[in-house]
């Protein structure tokens, strides 16, 4: 069973940085890209970064220059570093997985900027 656990979210100031983390179970993690989905408060959903197999990474312009994805395939985790935080990165992250053509997420971690 494909299992996603976020956290590492929580309340921070403008310009602050926090660490998310995403620990994968029930697949191959090593030969699956992974994302970062987000979700603000009355909006839909925004791909945020994506880690690709190969070692490749894109991001969201909203995030280019901030945010940075990696992943460790020994311990089957996805991180989120994000720095100089703004109020409209508020949102809820989800980490995300397309396994065998389905889309499998997991319950995700409240961000939220304020001062």
């Known amino acids: 069973e494909v299992q996603l656990v976020e956290s590492g979210g929580g309340l921070v100031q403008p310009g602050g940085s926090l660490r998310l983390s995403c620990a994968a179970s029930?697949?191959?993690?090593?030969?699956?890209?992974m994302s970062w989905v987000r979700q603000a408060p009355g909006k839909g959903l925004e791909l945020v970064a994506v880690?690709?197999?190969?070692?490749?990474?894109n991001y969201a312009d909203s995030v280019k220059g901030r945010f940075t994805i990696s992943r460790d395939n020994a311990k089957n985790t996805v991180y989120l570093q994000m720095d100089s935080l703004k109020p409209e990165d508020t949102a809820v992250y989800y980490c995300?997985?397309?396994?065998?053509?389905?889309?499998?997420w997991g319950r995700g971690t409240q961000v939220t900027v304020s001062s």
């Open positions: 995300n997985v397309d396994f065998r053509g389905f889309n499998y």
């Open positions: 029930g697949f191959t993690f090593r030969t699956y890209a």
């Open positions: 880690s690709s197999v190969g070692g490749s990474t």
